[in-house]
């Protein structure tokens, strides 16, 4: 029999998380589902996984990432891991003028200081695999920048650099290190811009369509399903065209 892989996800209970989850149960993960706040959709999603893939281990894990010590209270709960996905983010649409000394700093931490913390915390056990894995979901301003998104595009495009780094740092563990850069996801996140702007950023998009949390889950479990493990250090852009 097999050994589990087990994988844990940062943001589980999130619009694009949720989805990983199950597609990664799909494909035979066993999964440390984390969140934030959103308790009872996160059992929710816990017991249907359970039914659906009694053969596997699910198990939830709490952390605050906007707090200083979050990663070390996550990794206490983390047994034997070969993939983090990270997938939980928190969106700031603000003028850089109107953005706080703590919403930078609640930015920086949940998407930058807490996962890389945490990457480093787990290292020694995704070492213990021949290969393993580390995918961030990043932005697509992480690439191309946002106006009234500065800090945010800021620590997304701080996420890329990790990965370019780190890549090469972790290689000769046999750690893969990339990240997939989604544009416009129709996820719950987005459900707050009005049908006008909506529609302009249609009009952006080659495709004339928005993504769907499903795409990125389809790329999620191609670079975790041992097909693409000649790539370390690229950020995937899945966005329609928007931004080359």
């Known amino acids: 029999m097999k050994p589990l892989r087990s994988c844990l996800v940062l943001g589980a209970s999130g619009g694009i998380g949720e989805v990983v989850c199950r597609q990664l149960a799909e494909a035979g993960w066993s999964l440390y589902l984390h969140y934030h706040s959103n308790e009872q959709q996160i059992v929710a999603l816990l017991n249907e996984l359970i039914e659906d893939y009694p053969h596997l281990e699910f198990r939830t894990v709490q952390a605050d990432f906007r707090t200083e010590l979050a990663a070390e209270e996550l990794v206490a709960n983390i047994q ?8 939980n983010g928190q969106a700031l649409v603000k003028l850089l003028s109107e953005t706080t000394d ?7 931490r949940v998407h930058m200081q ?22 961030f979901i990043g932005s697509i301003w992480g690439s191309a920048g946002a106006a009234g998104e500065v800090m945010y595009s800021a620590v997304k495009g701080a996420q890329h650099a990790f990965v370019k780094a780190y890549a090469k740092e972790a290689a000769y563990s046999g750690i893969r290190v990339n990240a997939i850069a989604p544009g416009w996801i129709d996820t719950r996140m987005n459900q707050d811009f009005s049908a006008e702007e909506r529609q302009m950023v249609m009009e ?5 369509s928005v993504g769907t949390p499903q795409e ?3 790329m999620v ?20 065209g928007w931004y080359m």
């Open 221 to 240: 479990e191609f670079m975790l399903s041992g097909k693409a493990d000649y790539m370390t250090g690229e950020i995937v852009q899945i966005n329609g």
């Open 80 to 87: 034997a891991v070969q993939a983090i996905v990270i997938a």
């Open 114 to 135: 807490n996962p890389a913390r945490l990457i480093a915390l787990l290292s020694a056990k995704l070492r213990k695999n021949p290969v393993s894995y580390v995918l």
């Open 204 to 208: 952006q998009i080659p495709l004339l």
């Open 102 to 108: 703590c919403e930078m700093t609640e930015l920086w």
């Open 216 to 218: 990125i889950a389809n």
